[in-house]
């Protein structure tokens, strides 16, 4: 199987707009790796590609992605949701449709129902947008708990019982790789997880001074929300996972591509991602 992390930032892309930081200068300078679209991944193999944040559109030219069939979505956060206009990129013909013409190949959109549910809330004033693109036939609608693809088999797990967040979990003969985004701590319990050969999960904080000499205090509120480094070792050794990648990396960690590099020295078998890295099992 062969994965392609196109966006490995966090709620805003980096550069930030406007920032006059350190990461954020170096970025604007020296483009990817250092600059970071929106938490993204594309399954090479089944052409399926795992969120659209609203940068998606400069990820899918940047990672010279050739053809999407399915876009699954993890859940409803504006960060993984607000590039749904991509479907129109991807497949709108305008002066086709001028002649009378339809979308012949629609994209499968599909998620867990419920959040399949919260997608359908995303509107404006002309109504849902989902509902929009399945009156052009540019979209069908699926609502999903496994999914398989020319011999790849995906589970998509919720994170608890509301079933409004998922985990991914891609599986090809013996391989395995699951992708854990965002909003996944505390991490859900299944058996599924065991002895995968890469995890790739989002949402945890790097270090304990951030952006600007910020101070990650113990009683801090991100501490409960998010992981800590700790927590994400506890995880790779209860399932006995080969490697981990940590991406979703937010601007306000205050940390460059250099500095993940160097981290990396610290930890067995984690690494930090970037845009365009890909991954093979």
């Not at 504006?78 to 449709?97: C, K, N, S, V």
Request: glycine residues 6%; contains cysteine; aromatic residues 8%.
């Amino acid at each position: 199987m062969k994965f392609n992390i196109i966006g490995s930032g966090g709620c805003v892309s980096i550069p930030r707009p406007l920032c006059k930081c350190r990461v954020c200068r170096e970025a604007r300078v020296k483009g990817v790796p250092y600059a970071r679209c929106g938490c993204s991944l594309y399954a090479e193999d089944i052409h399926v590609l795992v969120d659209t944040p609203e940068d998606i559109v400069q990820a899918l030219n940047r990672g010279n992605v050739e053809s999407i069939d399915y876009i699954l979505y993890s859940h409803i956060d504006p960060d993984h949701t607000m590039g749904m206009r991509i479907i129109e990129q991807l497949r709108l013909d305008w002066l086709a449709a001028s002649m009378g013409e339809s979308c012949e190949n629609p994209i499968v959109v599909g998620a867990l129902p419920k959040v399949l549910k919260d997608l359908d809330n995303q509107r404006t004033a002309y109504g849902s947008m989902l509902s929009y693109y399945k009156s052009l036939n540019l979209i069908t609608e699926q609502p999903l708990h496994e999914l398989n693809i020319n011999g790849i088999h995906v589970d998509l797990v919720p994170v608890d019982e509301r079933g409004d967040v998922t985990v991914f979990v891609f599986t090809e003969g013996e391989k395995k790789l699951i992708y854990a985004p965002c909003d996944v701590k505390p991490f859900p319990e299944s058996e599924s997880f065991y002895e995968a050969d890469c995890l790739i999960i989002g949402n945890t904080i790097i270090g304990d001074v951030l952006k600007d000499g910020f101070v990650l205090e113990e009683s801090n509120s991100l501490r409960t929300e998010l992981f800590v480094m700790e927590e994400i070792i506890a995880i790779q050794e209860k399932y006995k996972i080969k490697r981990v990648i940590i991406t979703h990396l937010e601007e306000d960690w205050g940390k460059s591509y250099d500095d993940y590099k160097c981290l990396e020295k610290k930890y067995e078998n984690i690494e930090f991602a970037y845009d365009g890295m890909k991954i093979e099992i």
